[in-house]
């Protein structure tokens, strides 16, 4: 892989999902099987449905990385050589594991897939990413908690030595690398192992001893506080400055999330990317202010920069996501100066779409006209998955997505 020009790597938890990420960009997708995974909400794949994601990812020039990153306890381990055989004959690039013991039994039982060291391991300095590459590894994924000075150093140290991953864009926990025990002890499901309950983002007040079901907030907001919630990551601004650091990879966090998000945010990075390719990866690169806003347009919380510029800031406000866009329908086929669509969620004639185009700027799609499969005119398309066609000039492929503004976008 050429260092100089970043790998984008996108999360898919279903088929839709890897299908969304190869379709807008990625250069390699990460999913999870049934077992050991970080992500036990996702769907996930299972034995067929890995190979399936190889063979598509393969095709479209990609690569698969499968995760293998809970951290097993003693019972878990005779299970482990029968998923680790799987995930080697499905024909994926590489393992994604956070234990040395796994990593062991990695080498021993899938050798052809390369091992790439999960942030659950926690590695933050120039002589553990060493040592990890002395044991085997192709790839350490670095920990959350370094800024881009400490990444920068870490390259300078190990100029031959593995590649470095570091997360780019989506939610982030507040605990040390991921390492956390608060869900396990509130409610019984370990994040260690896949299952967090996120009770970071629970709304909490203090109460004192004597005064029983009195609440104190926090600070100063009838909200409530949220002292353990981290605002969301976007780095899209700066991918010059981490390509420069020496980050070989920029992962998007988002196993759990939809497949119009994963679109949504490997294009903007595929542009960016591709942007910074184009200048030369001049260190003074920076991504229009339409690829910025791309980032806005997915459902997201208020964004930062983690700790790659100093100590983040928290989430301080109150309630959930922002989704100023919704999916209105997905292209099927174009013909005659006409699009056919399947609709997502309710849309209107008279409405005003976009269409997300894989490496350009969204097409502006007005909804003048609106019929059904039999030629009738319509006023709106209300029916879940229903065909309809579109008035549309320029020829549009099939399986994009078309957007609606339901809300302004946040600055």
Request: proline share 5%; hydrophobic share 40%; with cysteine.
């Amino acid at each position: 892989m050429n260092r100089r020009i970043p790998e984008i790597l996108a999360p898919a938890g279903d088929r839709e999902c890897l299908a969304a990420a190869l379709r807008y960009g990625a250069d390699a997708v990460y999913v999870g099987g049934k077992q050991f995974g970080m992500r036990a909400s996702a769907a996930n794949f299972d034995a067929q449905g890995l190979k399936e994601a190889a063979d598509t990812a393969h095709q479209a020039g990609a690569k698969l990385y499968v995760t293998c990153n809970t951290l097993p306890h003693e019972g878990e381990l005779e299970r482990l050589p029968e998923f680790l055989q799987l995930v080697q004959a499905a024909g994926a690039d590489a393992l994604i594991v956070a234990d040395l013991g796994v990593m062991a039994l990695a080498q021993r039982y899938a050798p052809r897939c390369d091992l790439h060291v999960s942030v659950q391991l926690g590695a933050v300095n120039s002589a553990a990413v060493r040592r990890l590459g002395e044991l085997g590894a192709a790839r350490v994924v670095l920990s959350r908690e370094l800024s881009l000075g400490d990444i920068a150093r870490i390259r300078e140290k190990n100029p031959d030595g593995p590649e470095l991953e570091c997360f780019v864009h989506g939610s982030q926990c507040l605990s040390v690398s991921g390492r956390c025990l608060l869900s396990h002890v509130l409610t019984g499901r370990d994040a260690n192992r896949g299952d967090c309950a996120q009770p970071c983002r629970w709304r909490y007040h203090l109460t004192e001893e004597k005064r029983p079901g009195r609440y104190f907030p926090v600070e100063e907001t009838q909200d409530g506080s949220y002292i353990l919630d981290a605002n969301d990551l976007c780095m899209i601004e700066h991918v010059a400055a981490l390509a420069q650091a020496g980050v070989t990879s920029l992962k998007i966090e988002g196993r759990a999330k939809a497949a119009f998000y994963v679109a949504g945010t490997v294009n903007a990075y595929r542009m960016a990317v591709d942007g910074y390719a184009a200048s030369g990866c001049s260190p003074e690169y920076h991504p229009p202010e339409w690829v910025r806003e791309e980032t806005e347009k997915v459902s997201h919380r208020p964004y930062g920069t983690g700790f790659y510029f100093g100590i983040p800031g928290q989430n301080v406000r109150a309630g959930g996501y922002v989704r100023p866009y919704e999916v209105a329908a997905v292209s099927e086929e174009w013909r005659d100066g006409r699009l056919r669509v399947s609709q997502r969620n309710r849309f209107f004639r008279g409405d005003v779409l976009e269409i997300l185009v894989p490496g350009k700027k969204p097409l502006s799609l007005p909804v003048s006209s609106l019929w059904s499969e039999n030629g009738e005119e319509l006023e709106t398309a209300n029916h879940a998955q229903m065909t309809v066609w579109l008035p549309c000039a320029e020829p549009v492929a099939s399986g994009l997505f078309l957007r609606r503004r339901i809300a302004e976008v946040t600055p």
